[in-house]
């Protein structure tokens, strides 16, 4: 089934979007502000999700939006992970997701985990980061230049952690969510596996921001 | 006892760092690349720690500096905590500590965890936020005008959580830690009053950023 890419408000290099790795049949929600994003590139989603105030006049007509009340119990981009759960969606990107209000940044780190709970996926992606979460499984990552991976427990522990393919490799170890010690890994081999038996695994593959 | 301050590597107004409400007795340690971004505005550290690299030519002398090898089990930050723990300080702030690199972000958030588990105060402040944690205890907040206050529930569930002085109460509330239920709220008294009776909250107090 096609992917879900949801663009909200927050920080965002015009570039990083233009440039996004966009498939045909991506389905596109605009979360609030992140319509502004949108605009700015000409990128025309299939769904605006926000409160009135947020769709801008002058946007191209004919795009259906569903309007919210400011006070709600979810965020934004919550709100448009759940629409497109309910369309049957599994696979989800959420960009814009990050900078600016750290609050927003973490409630977006809570939907990944929501999408865990739901039995889907969720990566955020910005113009250094790929963000997701592995719980009690195993993934293969691929080797890109330039990038870290870095792994930190989102559970309070994680057990019979194992990572190969990578410059410090790990064999059943135990991270807690107190310890940095699974900061800038490197993938040496064309793709890594992580593994994490018990426990949800905070997955990060960075790179350093361009001077 | 005095504050220990960190300045961390991570992007930051130099205007934020010197208009930060220095104390006149705080001990002041760069972490690694934080030494740029102390340089840039004249602050003095009182220690400096990072691989030897990183001790930029020029810097004024009579600095301490404790080296450590690229590869390490902590993140610099980290590190510099571990530090001021040892030398007595119990109430840390940490400055670059945020933007870029996202692991960078997250290991820092695991280090005010890390704090908890020490019995020592630890908050990272940027331009627009100040993001700590709270465990089993209860907490008084400041109004600030133009500031955000949200809750997030660090560990898997947070119990008999209670706000006071807020637009949005919560009385004896659950929250899980894949829930962006506890996103933007605002104090309305003159002090908010934050209560968890079982798990770690982050707390986190933001303002959008200026345009």
Redesign the interface.
């Known amino acids: 089934m096609a992917r879900c890419v949801i663009i909200g408000a927050g ?1 965002m290099n015009p570039d990083f979007l233009s440039d996004f790795s966009w498939r045909e049949n991506d389905y596109i929600i605009c979360a609030d502000g992140g319509l502004y994003h949108a605009q700015q590139v000409g990128v025309r989603p299939d769904l605006l999700i926000g409160d009135q105030d947020s769709f801008v006049e002058g946007f191209p007509q004919g795009i259906p939006a569903l309007t919210c009340r400011p ?1 709600k ?3 934004d ?2 709100l448009a992970v759940k629409e497109g759960i309910s369309r049957g969606y599994k696979d989800f990107v959420l960009l814009g997701a ?7 940044t ?2 977006n780190l ?2 990944i ?2 999408g ?2 739901q039995g889907v996926f969720v990566m955020i992606a ?1 113009e ?2 790929m ?1 997701t979460m592995l719980r009690d499984g195993s993934v293969f990552m691929p080797r890109m230049e330039g990038y ?1 991976l ?1 792994i ?1 427990s ?3 522990c994680c057990e019979g952690i194992t990572l190969e393919g990578v410059k ?1 490799p790990l064999q059943k170890a135990r991270l807690t ?5 699974g ?2 890994n490197e993938i040496l081999a064309e793709t890594a596996q992580i593994t994490v038996e018990k426990g949800t695994l ?1 997955v ?1 593959v ?4 361009q001077k």
């Open positions: 920080e006070e119990d979810d965020s981009m919550m990050t900078g600016g209000r750290f609050d927003h973490l409630a809570q939907t985990a929501y865990l709970e910005d250094n980061n963000i870290y870095s930190f989102y559970t309070p410090y969510n107190w310890t940095t010690l900061l800038s905070v990060v960075s790179k350093d921001r």
